[in-house]
Structures are given as structure tokens and as C-alpha cells.
């Protein structure tokens, strides 16, 4: 089992930056893949980004703006949110799987997810 406590959400206006994190516990941190995704209201949640070791991913609405990082001696994943847009508003979601040696994308491939922390975007 893997436990998953999210921090950092809250308001922001448009243009400004926040940084999520994400502690981990219940097995070891650095064997896992780390992933982001996030759900607006009557959508469906959608994938941000992941980091396996140091190689991460990202979604196309987020590349260039977010960046994914992770601190295994802290058991913490971080997803560092820069020129923050209203669009980007959702609650966001940490998750967690075991390894794979090819990123996974899809919210149905993480067995352990956070509470969610919300993110509010003002224009």
C-alpha cells in the first residue's frame, strides 16, 4: 500500500505560479512512478504530468509551463505550476503505480491516489 498526501493548492490569478507536492509512504518512493492529473468540474480527469526516476512526461497544455521533479530522500513528488491560466483550474490529483520502464498516461494504469488539492486560477 501506498499513502498519498497532496499540499499546496489554492488561489492564484492568472499568470502566477504555485508548486504542489506530494508525500509518499508505504513503500519504497524511489521504485515508484509519480503522475499528476487533474479534473474540472464535469470533465474527465486528464493527465498532467509523470516522472520515473529523472525521465518525466508531460501533456501538451502544460509543456513548457509546469515542470515535474522528485526528492526521494524526502518521499516527496513536486509538480512546480508557472504562467498559470483559468483553464488550468481543477482539483489535482497525486497517483502512484510500481515501475514501468514506459510512462503511463492513463489514470486507469495508477493503483494509489491522493486526496486532491484544488487549484483556482482567476482571470
Known amino acids: 500500500q501506498v499513502q498519498l498526501v497532496e499540499s499546496g493548492g489554492g488561489l492564484v490569478q492568472a499568470g502566477g505560479s504555485l508548486r504542489l507536492s506530494c508525500a509518499a509512504s508505504g513503500r519504497t518512493f524511489s521504485s515508484l512512478v509519480m503522475g499528476w492529473f487533474r479534473q474540472a468540474p464535469g470533465k474527465e480527469r486528464e493527465f498532467v504530468a509523470a516522472?520515473?526516476?529523472?525521465?518525466?512526461s508531460y501533456a501538451d497544455s502544460v509543456k513548457g509551463r509546469f515542470t515535474i521533479s522528485r526528492d526521494n530522500a524526502k518521499n516527496t513528488v513536486y509538480l512546480q505550476m508557472n504562467t498559470l491560466k483559468p483553464e488550468d483550474t481543477a482539483v489535482y490529483y497525486c497517483?502512484?503505480?510500481?515501475?514501468?520502464?514506459?510512462?503511463?498516461?492513463?489514470?486507469?494504469?495508477?493503483?494509489?491516489w491522493g486526496q486532491g488539492t484544488q487549484v483556482t486560477v482567476s482571470s
Open positions: 497517483a502512484a503505480r510500481s515501475y514501468r520502464l514506459v510512462i503511463p498516461r492513463g489514470p486507469y494504469e495508477y493503483d494509489y
Open positions: 516522472i520515473i526516476w529523472t525521465a518525466d
